[in-house]
């Protein structure tokens, strides 16, 4: 059986200060069991440290204007959808499922990307942020390459 490749949005700062993304994805699958009896799966185990979860619900008229991630984090639509602008005029759509690491600290004057939902629906989200790997800070790494 073939390993498991999971796609994601990058969204990171480059040299000039200015937010960008990319496709890019996790491949680094390994199958082990989780425990006890329970059979193997494929797991990719990504950047270890200390984090912070949070589940989130963009209404229906959240207007995400121009700011920077608060710290590197995974944002993960669990129902409805969100789209991302970055400063080089990169419009991405997201919806249940769909993954983005977000990484534009240190952008010119603060200002990161812009964000919103989509069809005028609510959006909810889990959110797990790093919160102490300054590595992963302005997205120089993303997480599968720390």
Not at 13 to 31: M, P
Not at 32 to 56: C, P
Not at 60 to 67: K, L, Q, S
Not at 115 to 123: A, F, H, M, R
Request: charge should be negative; include cysteine.
């Amino acid at each position: 059986m073939p390993k498991p490749t999971i796609p994601y949005w990058h969204v990171y700062t480059d040299a000039e200060g200015v937010s960008r993304q990319k496709k890019k994805y996790l491949t680094d699958f390994h199958q082990e069991s989780m425990g006890g009896n329970s059979g193997a799966q494929w797991n990719n185990k990504l950047t270890e440290g200390a984090t912070r979860v949070i589940f989130s619900e963009l209404p229906a008229d959240f207007n995400g204007d121009w700011h920077e991630n608060p710290a590197p984090q995974w944002i993960i639509p669990l129902s409805g959808g969100w789209w991302v602008e970055t400063m080089d005029g990169q419009r991405t759509e997201m919806r249940t499922g769909e993954l983005s690491f977000g990484a534009d600290q240190g952008t010119k004057e603060g200002k990161g990307h812009r964000s919103g939902v989509l069809n005028g629906e609510p959006c909810r989200m889990m959110i797990v942020q790093f919160t102490d790997h300054p590595a992963l800070a302005g997205g120089q790494k993303a997480p599968h390459e720390v």
